[in-house]
């Protein structure tokens, strides 16, 4: 199960997307089929846990001065529990 994140230029904001949701198709995308970046913004690599995929984005968000958000896939892996227990840093997120 792999997570990424998206880095949108305008939107201000990094959102963590489940490789299987069709925004994300394991990140590439549905905006291209070529490779990672595209107009708007730019996929992250694929990380092995929903944790690994939140640190970075947090990183990248604070760098940013954008904030983190889920993806809708993720609201609903989280509303099935098919996500489990997610813990996140100590570390304060940007959106708190």
């Given amino acids: 199960m ?9 939107a201000r904001h990094v959102k963590i997307h489940h490789g299987d949701c ?3 198709n394991e ?4 905006q291209t089929r070529s490779g ?3 107009t ?3 996929w ?5 846990s929903y944790l690994k995929a939140y640190q970075d984005a947090n990183t990248l968000a ?3 001065s954008v904030r983190v ?5 993720i609201e609903k892996m989280r509303a099935e529990k098919s996500l489990g227990a997610i813990e996140k840093t100590a570390e304060e997120p940007v959106n708190s």
């Fill in 69 to 73: 958000e889920d993806h809708d896939c």
């Fill in 27 to 30: 990140g590439k995308g549905k």
């Fill in 40 to 42: 708007t913004g730019n």
């Fill in 22 to 24: 069709p925004e994300c």
């Fill in 2 to 10: 792999a997570f990424y994140h998206f880095h949108h230029n305008k």
């Fill in 36 to 38: 990672r970046g595209t």
């Fill in 44 to 48: 992250s690599p694929p990380f092995n």
């Fill in 62 to 64: 604070r760098q940013l």
